[in-house]
């Protein structure tokens, strides 16, 4: 069952502009949503979480949003470096249990 | 402070061979997770163990896998015997708390089975 979801495989952005990584889930019961980043031959990476009483979070050139009616949540990175090239993956924790999307590769391009 | 460390970082045995994995957590972290992740999938858990009690092991094929953590600190992750559809990387991550948590998980670099 896959109840966290990345439709998007791989995202192409221009140095100094935004990056949008999108990710949609179905459990209402989920407490918190999270970002990790994942560079080749490394594990995961905690970068952001939000929790599901808030609709924002910032941590500085990061910002995760959280629309609950819709089930859906965003990672905006402003400006986009280089060194965000990576894989991020959103995750859903709650209920003693963190599920994964499959991850949506980020491409800054110099 | 160190993070999780995780040996080997690469394993290739053949199909029927059994094979194990060891993970130290973070020190103090009471939390321990074994993730299996399959290339172009994210991480899946496998099991969670607080201190060396199993937490939730309900997506572990037990036919074929176990873990242990004795003492409560580092693990082991068992696969005996090993078919093709296992050739994945295996993760393990540890955490201070338990549940959902907004602090996340800490991870190993992993362990990178191939399965021929």
């Known amino acids: 069952d896959q109840q966290v979801k990345q439709n998007s495989p791989s995202l192409s952005v221009q140095e100094g502009r935004i990056s949008i990584l999108n990710c949609d889930y179905t459990n209402s019961m989920f407490d918190y949503f999270l970002w990790y980043k994942k560079y080749p031959a490394e594990g995961p990476t905690f970068l952001i979480s939000i929790s599901s009483i808030k609709d924002k979070n910032e941590d500085g050139r990061f910002t995760v949003f959280l629309n609950k009616s819709a089930k859906h949540l965003s990672l905006h990175i402003v400006p986009s470096q280089p060194g965000d090239s990576a894989v991020y993956f959103c995750a859903a924790s709650g209920n003693n249990d963190m599920r994964f999307g499959a991850g949506t590769r980020l491409t800054v391009k110099p | 402070e160190a993070g999780v460390a995780q040996s080997p970082r690469y394993k290739i045995i053949e199909k029927r061979q059994s094979v194990a994995f060891w993970c130290n957590p973070i020190s103090g972290h009471a939390t321990l997770y074994w993730y299996q992740q399959i290339l172009g999938q994210g991480p899946k858990l496998l099991i969670q163990f607080q201190n060396n009690g199993v937490v939730d092991d309900s997506q572990l094929p037990k036919d074929r896998f176990s873990a242990e953590r004795l003492k409560g600190v580092d693990s082991t992750l068992k696969i005996q015997p090993a078919k093709l559809e296992d050739s994945a990387v295996y993760l393990c991550?540890?955490?201070?708390?338990?549940?959902?948590?907004?602090?996340?998980?800490?991870f190993g670099s992993g362990t990178r089975l191939t399965v021929v």
């Open positions: 991550a540890s955490s201070l708390d338990w549940g959902g948590t907004e602090y996340g998980y800490t």
